[in-house]
């Protein structure tokens, strides 16, 4: 398929992971895609890879709290190729695990936050003007299961999740009668180099809720990411779609 041939993407987080099978699988299927992480030497990685396969993609680094840098660079990507059509964002960090909130510091609590709700804030403001003026567009934020159910022990990364579905709902309505689609998905746990930084026992936690009995797959999410950002999803927007197992009840 090349579903987004002639459309200009930008990848948030996507170096590895969730965000680098995402852009993969957008550059498969026709789109110029532009890669922004703050991971320096895994973006690189990521670009070499590509290449091993014949895929082209055009890498930044950037800090997704850093306005001025994120406006930069969309800056600079609208110079080049003249459009922006789709912006997929699973930049994120996890925070503490395993912690109460009487032992969760307000230092690390507004860290979550500031990488996880204010920079999918941030780069969303930043790519809605080109979308406007285009009167088309595909914003994708990744939430978390967490973000609809919350874990105990991760207060700080469940907050910012369901921070973030606020975000994707308000904004999604906001433009509802554009062309401009905003959503997110919210995975239950996903097999990524994220999770190293989880603790054994959260991820044990968290997999015997999923009733499928096993972590999703990077695969798996982008499949179903590529087919929101695409134009096939144009009556779905201020959604949060599932991609949990079976875990999700609502």
């Known amino acids: 398929m090349k579903r987004f041939e002639d459309q200009v993407a930008i990848v948030i987080g996507g170096a590895r992971g969730i965000g680098k099978k995402v852009a993969e699988r ?39 709290c850093e306005e001025n ?8 990507v609208i110079e080049q190729s003249g459009r922006l059509d789709i912006l997929v964002n699973t930049a994120g960090i996890v925070g503490p695990s395993a912690t109460k909130i009487l032992d969760y510091s307000l230092q690390d609590f507004q860290k979550v936050l500031e990488v996880n709700l204010t920079g999918a804030f941030i780069v969303t403001k930043a790519v809605l003007p080109q979308m406007i003026k285009q009167n088309y567009g595909r914003i994708l934020h990744f939430t978390s299961i967490g973000g609809k159910e919350g874990n105990p022990g991760m207060v700080g990364y469940a907050a910012s999740k369901s ?19 905003i959503n997110g998905i919210a995975p239950a746990v996903i097999s990524t180099p994220m999770n190293q930084d989880t603790d054994p026992k959260m991820i044990a936690y968290m997999t015997s809720k999923i009733p499928m009995g096993r972590l999703g797959t990077t695969e798996e999410a982008a499949a179903l990411a590529c087919w929101i950002v695409s134009k096939e999803a144009s009556f779905n927007t201020g959604f949060v779609f599932d991609l949990s197992g079976g875990r999700a009840t609502y």
């Open 26 to 64: 957008l550059l498969l299927e026709g789109a110029y895609v532009y890669i922004i992480d703050v991971l320096e030497k895994d973006l690189e990685q990521c670009k070499l890879e590509f290449g091993q396969i014949g895929l082209n993609a055009s890498i930044y680094t950037a800090n997704i």
């Open 69 to 76: 840098e994120i406006l930069d660079i969309v800056g600079k």
């Open 163 to 181: 921070g973030m579905m606020g975000l994707v709902k308000g904004t999604g309505k906001e433009y509802a009668d554009t062309g401009i689609t």
